[in-house]
């Protein structure tokens, strides 16, 4: 310590004394006479200046400035920081500099799901002789040394989760050409640099949220008042006080056909418009065992009532004319793990109770449920109703007229073996943000909306009080309009933020206008507020949408002459060969991820494929395809890329595990639970969670 001082001591009054010397007369003297020579020679002295300005760059460039500190891994959602700032009135992005944001003219966005750090470590194997050395063909190995990525840090090796609290991981990765795998090669004479990106989840409860949703949609922010009256619970709606009430008749939100398969409904036959689907459906239910047969009946309806034309008096009348039946069961466990019905209640629009019964299983039963049903053996013992008994009376209640109106509306007609064709489902009309199949609990929507607090009693549920909670909503809605409650009440879609922008760049001050470029119908959800919209059928088919979309139709029809301001795109071929696209509800979707697996087990092979495994061949296709997409962007355009969210299949077989644990701990004795759920799992899918939110982005202007 004390060597130290001493150090320290002799090096400032070294310093001190250079300072004085620099100082001294005689230093000024030597100066002087340098500078009289100078003179007397009568030459011009050319004399440099420090500006005080730093130099402008004239053209745009999004750059990282190795000055930022970063204290986290970047969320996505600062990549959508950086497009509103280039096209919107955003703040500036905290993460990375960019330069001349007005000269941007553009800016497009691609998805590539399937992408990873693991494959620019070099972890995982995209060539023959990488993976003889030991790479993982699946999953990353932290424990080797990078091999394709500079950093100043490179042999630190973290014990965590990548990307988690290791203070390199959080910074971007500087692409080296020469170490790269050859499939990732041309990405290097792209983008300078490689960023880690995470997306949104809730690592204490194991949740992932949509990489998609999370890009696309914006958050309307809350006034000083509301934020003011926020108290305990759930926080109340967005925009409450300066909501403008647009009363909507009920039979507006009917749900259609697409939502109640998505939901999982047993479809009334009315519903299917030609006999060769309803042939199909006979089938399908056959092999269900929802059909006759097996107990199901279906209400009787003498052709459905058109429901896009309401009545004129409609919007004074909120039922119009229909007859709306709130209603709520109950079941327990039966023998062969079964959930029968042991209680039933409706009530009509009023609130009035028109039909409450307990109902005995057929099967024998093993466990009441009585801490959610409130059914006790006592209360089933003396009675004689049976399902079919309320199947009958129900019928006698039905209409082409009628309308049901509940909570998770599948599960109670499933208990009732019935089908109905019109159906008003509170879980569907306030949808959770992460979309299905999530739902709201019923509990959680009354305390929001309502200001009430539902099923607090420890005697189980109260099929009255949770009929007319929904029953409740259900009109709160038919009040408020149809955005109440939903994400456009709180959040909005990222091309409708933008399309109240203008762009400085357009001389006649237009608005941005935004496109979409999506597998499938690109028609639901956030997506359906783009502009244009053009569905694929593969990779190559976004390639050529992107190119239309910057560059326009020569007639102008479907995509604006000189392109559109915003392009969103999504690539899944790679997604489905990594096993990493799950199953859609959605039969068009479905229908295209099976075609993309079955066309993905045996890739086009050439010369340029030579030495690669299976992997890369599919790699180095989705580059190129990157490659082709950068290629045809007209200059001063921003170019983003990102992946999302990584692989979460071990996160979703955790999930399982887990939802399996608790169905049979709240259904099953201690000793007969089949699954063990400790510390050790929730520990393990806690750390699945944080692994399985890391991607990668990359941003360039061309």
């Known amino acids: 310590m004390g060597r130290t001082k001493k150090k320290r001591s002799q090096q400032g009054k070294k310093r001190s004394r250079n300072e004085f010397e620099a100082n001294s007369p005689q230093a000024s003297m030597q100066e002087g006479a340098k500078g009289k020579e100078d003179a007397d020679s009568g030459e011009w002295q050319v004399v440099e200046r420090k500006s005080k300005r730093s130099k402008t760059h004239g053209y745009p460039a999004i750059v990282h400035t190795p000055s930022i500190r970063l204290n986290a891994t970047t969320y996505l959602t600062e990549l959508q920081t950086l497009v509103l700032y280039i096209l919107s009135d955003g703040v500036a992005p905290k993460f990375v500099a960019v330069r001349e944001p007005k000269s941007i003219k553009k800016v497009v966005v691609l998805m590539v799901p399937g992408l990873d750090m693991g494959l620019f470590k070099g972890h995982i194997a995209l060539e023959a002789e990488v993976q003889a050395a030991g790479a993982d063909v699946r999953s990353p190995e932290p424990q080797k040394q990078d091999m394709c990525l500079t950093s100043s840090k490179q042999d630190h090796v973290s014990k965590l989760p990548e990307g988690v609290g290791t203070p390199d991981a959080f910074y971007p990765r500087r692409l080296d050409n020469s170490k790269l795998q050859r499939p990732l090669q041309p990405l290097s004479n792209i983008f300078n640099h490689v960023w880690p990106l995470r997306t949104n989840a809730d690592e204490r409860t194991g949740k992932m949220y949509s990489s998609m949703n999370n890009f696309l949609s914006c958050t309307i922010h809350r006034s000083k008042e509301e934020k003011t009256q926020q108290g305990p619970g759930p926080k109340p709606p967005a925009s409450a006080a300066s909501w403008k009430d647009q009363p909507t008749p009920v039979s507006r939100f009917i749900a259609d056909v697409g939502s109640l398969v998505e939901d999982r409904h047993v479809l009334h036959p009315s519903l299917f418009k030609t006999e060769e689907e309803k042939a199909a459906d006979i089938r399908r239910r056959q092999i269900n065992r929802q059909d006759a047969e097996h107990g199901w ?96 009376r129900l019928l006698k209640m039905f209409s082409s007229k009628t309308i049901l109106v509940g909570h998770s509306l599948d599960s109670d007609l499933n208990a009732l073996k019935m089908t109905h064709p019109h159906l008003v489902d509170t879980s569907l009309l306030y949808p959770h943000p992460r979309g299905p199949p999530y739902k709201h609990k019923l509990k959680w929507l009354t305390e929001k909306f309502l200001q009430r607090s539902i099923q607090t009693g420890s005697d189980g549920h109260d099929p009255k009080e949770d009929a007319r909670a929904a029953l409740d ?8 309009g149809p955005k109440w409650g939903t994400s456009d009440a709180s959040q909005e879609s990222l091309f409708q933020r ?15 206008i935004g496109a979409c470029v999506n597998w499938g119908p690109a028609n639901r959800g956030y997506e359906a507020h783009a502009h244009t919209k053009i569905g694929c059928d593969n990779d190559s088919d976004v390639v050529q949408g992107v190119a239309r979309c910057v560059n326009g139709d020569p007639d102008g029809k479907e995509v604006p002459g000189g392109g559109v301001d915003f392009v969103w795109a999504r690539m899944r071929e790679l997604e489905a060969h990594r096993g990493h696209w799950d199953s859609s509800h959605h039969p068009d979707v479905e229908k295209l991820r099976l075609k993309c697996l079955e066309n993905s087990k045996a890739p086009t092979q050439d010369n340029s494929t030579e030495g690669l495994t299976n992997l890369g061949v599919h790699v180095g296709q989705t580059v190129e395809r990157i490659q082709a997409i950068y290629d045809d962007l007209p200059r001063c355009t921003a170019f983003m890329v990102y992946s999302g969210h990584g692989d979460v299949r071990e996160l979703e077989r955790l999930q399982k595990l887990k939802t399996q644990y608790k169905r049979e701990y709240d259904t099953k004795k201690w000793n007969d639970i089949s699954i063990s759920w400790t510390e050790k799992e929730e520990a393990q899918m806690k750390n699945e969670v944080k692994s399985a939110r890391l991607g990668v982005g990359f941003m360039t202007v061309k």
Request: glycine letters at 6%; one cysteine or more.
């Open 473 to 480: 909503l259900v009109k709160l809605k038919c009040q408020r």
């Open 297 to 392: 009946v279906d209400s009787t309806i003498d052709g459905a009532p058109d429901v896009s034309q309401p009545a004129k008096d409609d919007q004074t009348n909120l039922t119009g004319g229909w007859h709306v039946l709130a209603l709520d069961c109950e079941m327990c466990k039966t023998e062969g793990d079964v959930y029968e019905l042991t209680k039933v209640t409706v009530m009509d629009w009023d609130g009035v109770v028109v039909l409450e019964e307990l109902v005995k299983p057929e099967k024998p039963v093993i466990d009441y449920v009585t801490r959610f049903s409130g059914v006790t053996r006592e209360m089933l013992d003396p009675v004689d109703t049976r399902l079919t008994d309320i199947q009958q």
């Open 498 to 512: 933008l399309s109240r922008s203008k762009r400085p760049c357009h001389v006649d001050g237009d608005n941005c």
